[in-house]
Structure formats: structure tokens, C-alpha cells
């Protein structure tokens, strides 16, 4: 059951989700009240304890709604740093290594992009097939984020670099292998452009 639960203890992800989660009017009081419960701090650029980030994560789906972490999962690419993108198949293959430069293992970021060094223990974004003649993608995440924020995720990554002449964007949880939500420790997200 690897949704809300961290793999390691000495785990910190960078502060771009919490000025996420409290912004907008509606809800915000009770989303700061959160983020203040957990003991996190909410300043842009500021590193809090990964569980105690989840816990909170956890505690605004079920109190505000689980949506609220598709559109967390939305926002954070604005915010997050990424390995340059020129196309939807290295923006997919990147998600990865983005990952793993917005989280910090005994304080260290878990991606050193000098050398290409990457740091286990938060696991990992696979791009598990690409298609670009039929338009398909598949991509496994295997991280503690929960599976409706990965969403989230996904789909603006796929919006903001899907062909120019796709119409249209597709993200769906593929139900028939195992998914966080039912106890599984990844969730693969099949994608058509």
C-alpha cells in the first residue's frame, strides 16, 4: 500500500505543493489549517518531511475532496523544476528525473544533474510504452503520491506538449492492473493524444 506512505524516513520533497494547496478562496482557510496541523511550511521553496507533506495530501482528500489533488497534481508543473522538454515522449520520459530533483534523501536532492546520479528511495515515473503512430502511451508510477494527484500530473504534461495536430488528450487510470487505491504499489495511466 504504498499511497500516502513514504518508502524512507529521511525523505523531504521540495515546497511547491503547499502554496498550491492553499491557494484559491474557496477552501483556503481550512487548507492552511491543514498544512499548519502537519507542521508544514508553506513558503515557496521550502523543504518539509515528505510524510508529514502526504499525510496532509491525505487528510485535504478526504475533508475537501479528492479532486482537490488532481488539480494540486495540475498546478505543480508550473512550480516544479524539469530537465529541459521538447517533445511529449521526453516530457513523459522525463517526469523521472523531475521527480527526483524536487525531492531531498538526508538533505541531498536525489538527482545530480552533473552527473546523472540518481538517488533510490522514492521510487519511480516508467514510461512503459510509447506510440506516437498509434497515439497511446503508458505510464507506470510507482511513488507514495497518491494516484489521483499523479493524474493530475499527467494530464498537464500531456496538454502542454502533445503533438500539434492531436485534438484532444486522454488520461485514464488503467483499472485492470493494480492501482494504489486498492492496495497496490503503483498505478499505470494510459494516455492517448
Known sequence: MAEYISFEDNIEAGGNELPIIAMGSLGQNQRKAIIEKHGLNANTGAWNNLQSLLDAMKEVASTIGEMNLFLIGKAIIEGTQ?????????????????????????????????????????????????????????????????AKFEEGLVVQIVRMFKPKDSLFTKVKLDETKETKSNGGDSCTFIINW
Do not use: W
Open 82 to 146: 524539469f530537465p529541459p522538454m521538447d517533445s511529449l515522449e521526453n516530457a513523459l520520459r522525463s517526469i523521472d528525473v523531475a521527480y527526483h530533483m524536487n525531492h531531498r534523501k538526508n538533505g541531498q536532492p536525489m538527482f545530480n544533474p552533473n552527473t546523472g546520479q540518481m538517488t533510490e528511495g522514492i521510487g519511480h515515473y516508467k514510461l512503459a510504452r510509447y506510440d506516437a503512430e498509434n497515439k497511446e502511451a503508458l505510464l507506470v508510477c510507482h511513488t507514495p503520491y497518491p
